[in-house]
């Protein structure tokens, strides 16, 4: 069984800084892309970021461009997402997925799995 599990989301004021991690298990995490997706109240899922299965290829969103950074360990089967100069329209609630390919993609319908979210709220 393929499990997703999100941390570090918290209460933090603009312009700092979150580390958000996903440990996923019951997958050959090496072989597959991942992906960051958040959802605002009262807005639709929308992409943040994807890695390829090597870390070596990466998709952002236009509006976290220069301030995210997504990386993955391997070996630890954890996929991150670096927040940096965090806004408060940054604020809500961030998703990792599964790509069902080894590349990075941008298009929910392009992952299987998805974790179970963790809030980010970014306020003052």
């Known amino acids: 069984q393929v499990k997703l599990v999100e941390s570090g989301g918290e209460l933090v004021q603009p312009g700092g800084s979150l580390r958000l991690s996903c440990a996923a298990s019951?997958?050959?995490?090496?072989?597959?892309?991942m992906g960051w997706f958040r959802q605002a109240p009262g807005k639709e899922r929308e992409f943040v970021s994807a890695?390829?299965?090597?870390?070596?290829?990466?998709l952002y969103t236009d509006s976290v461009k220069g301030r995210f950074t997504i990386s993955r360990d391997n070996n630890k089967n954890t996929v991150y997402l670096d927040m940096n100069n965090l806004k408060p329209e940054d604020t809500a609630v961030y998703y990792c997925?599964?790509?069902?390919?080894?590349?990075?993609?941008?298009?929910?319908?392009?992952?299987?799995?998805w974790g179970q979210g963790t809030q980010v709220t970014v306020s003052s």
């Open positions: 890695i390829d299965w090597s870390g070596s290829d990466t």
């Open positions: 019951g997958v050959v995490f090496s072989r597959y892309g």
């Open positions: 997925a599964k790509n069902r390919g080894p590349g990075p993609a941008t298009h929910g319908q392009d992952f299987s799995y």
